[in-house]
């Protein structure tokens, strides 16, 4: 049960696009196609804004993309907007009704 | 509209116990699987414990398995986590959420904040 790996922060310009990877294991990441994305703002409870690797909840802009290769995730932001600027969390099934989270990465947007 | 409502937090002593609550509303509650997740300040999120539909499936972080207990009450609409033993490092704002396997934790209570000290 060892947190998934994230960046600690990335950054980027209004209109660019980033990339947040999320790196676990054969037993998490690489072995379901359940891995979830949340943004959450500071004081604020967690948003959910992909699922089951590359699906969007109805609300969340298209902006908002995910996939997956092997036993890493990946979350991009396209079109960087001021308001995204938030953390981020991957998480995944890891079996046996147990799911693992990563250690966040700090989105900043110049 | 979902709402999760948390309650139950405080402070307490280590080695003490402490039950948390959820009450659930705005969706049938007992279709769904249900979960705590903790986030120690300053820190990032942390699946504590998970609770299918039925109570069928139960699973929890290595960390508090032995010391907590989450359990539901599909006729109170209610999601519960008993959690003896405290330690210091179990002091989190401890949220509510639903969600299964699929489709992710896509609702999620404001948390109820446990302190662990003497």
């Known amino acids: 049960q060892s947190a998934l790996t994230q960046p600690r922060s990335v950054s980027g310009s209004p209109r660019q696009s980033v990339t947040i990877s999320c790196t676990g294991t054969?037993?998490?990441?690489?072995?379901?196609?359940?891995v979830s994305w949340y943004q959450q703002h500071p004081a604020k409870a967690p948003k959910l804004m992909i699922y089951?690797?590359?699906k969007r909840p109805s609300g969340v802009p298209d902006r908002f993309s995910g996939s997956k290769s092997g036993n890493t995730a990946s979350l991009t932001i396209s079109g960087l907007q001021a308001e995204d600027e938030a953390d981020y969390y991957c998480?995944?099934?890891?079996?046996?009704?147990?799911?693992?989270f990563g250690g966040g990465t700090k989105l900043t947007v110049l | 509209e979902v709402q999760l409502v948390e309650s139950g937090g405080g402070l307490v002593q280590p080695g003490r116990s402490l039950r948390l609550s959820c009450a659930a509303s705005?969706?049938?509650?007992?279709?769904?699987?249900m979960h705590w997740v903790r986030q120690a300040p300053g820190k990032g999120l942390e699946w504590v414990s998970g609770?299918?539909?039925?109570?069928?499936?139960?699973g929890y972080v290595d960390s508090v398995k032995g010391r907590f207990t989450i359990s539901r009450d599909n006729a109170k609409n209610s999601l519960y986590l008993q959690m003896n033993s405290l330690r210091a490092e179990d002091m989190a704002l401890y949220y509510c959420?639903?969600?299964?396997?699929?489709?992710?934790?896509?609702?999620w209570g404001q948390g109820t904040l446990v302190t662990v000290s003497s």
């Open positions: 959420a639903k969600g299964g396997i699929e489709r992710g934790l896509d609702y």
């Open positions: 705005g969706f049938t509650f007992n279709d769904y699987a």
């Open positions: 609770i299918s539909w039925n109570s069928g499936s139960i």
């Open positions: 054969s037993g998490d990441v690489g072995g379901y196609n359940y």
């Open positions: 089951d690797v590359s």
């Open positions: 998480c995944s099934y890891a079996g046996s009704f147990t799911w693992v």
